[in-house]
């Protein structure tokens, strides 16, 4: 059986959203088992408040997943700005192996660079503060150690806000900046980048150094269909599920 490698991103998985809960938990059942590797760029969750957050449909997600890891496909998991309190203890539960925010990959050959997307994002500076904020060490333990109920009805107050902000945020201003694109794979020396995030799905076609360059953003799912972008050694595709 040829090597395969699949990407997924942004389901923003939700008790309210049952028919991307059900489709994912079909894709690990019998699509994802064809692949060698799983790649999930981020935001699989709408919010992940602590691994030790129960509440349907999570637990289920966990099981589906570490059946998965046991029979054999590798499953990585890059955090979003959605889910980036996904930790350790629901890696182990799972056998998920969690990325950094920047990872390279040999994607059949080629270095390829993975990241959830929102860090190419840097014309929203009020959301980078954010970010800043939210990935320090003392504002995690802090969020962390309050009870769970609590973290819940922030959870739903932050998804509120951030639909409000996002309403009146300049479309530009969210999606990638192409400076810092063309920066950050120059840094990392790849000329593939896998991302997600916008919700904007494209393949981009540019240059660096006179190399061909190529961008993929990945489609967010919705309750009527979900994306999946499929690597063998022939080349890609992505498929509908
Ligand atoms: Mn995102």
Redesign the pocket.
Known sequence: MPQEILFI??LHIAFDKPEITQRFLNFLERRAPQASALYIL??LFDAWIGDDDCTPPNSKIRKQLKQLTQSGTAVYFQP???DFLLGKRFCKETGVTLLNDYEVIDLMGSATLLT???LLCTDDLSYQAFRTKAHMVEWQQNVLSKPLLLRLLAARWYRFRSYLHKRKKHQSIMDVNQETVLHVMQEHGCLRLIH????RPNIHNFLINNQTAQRFVLSAWSKNVGEVLCWNSEGYQIESL
């Open positions: 991103s942004d981020g935001d979003g700005n959605r959830h997307g929102d997600g995030h916008t919700h």
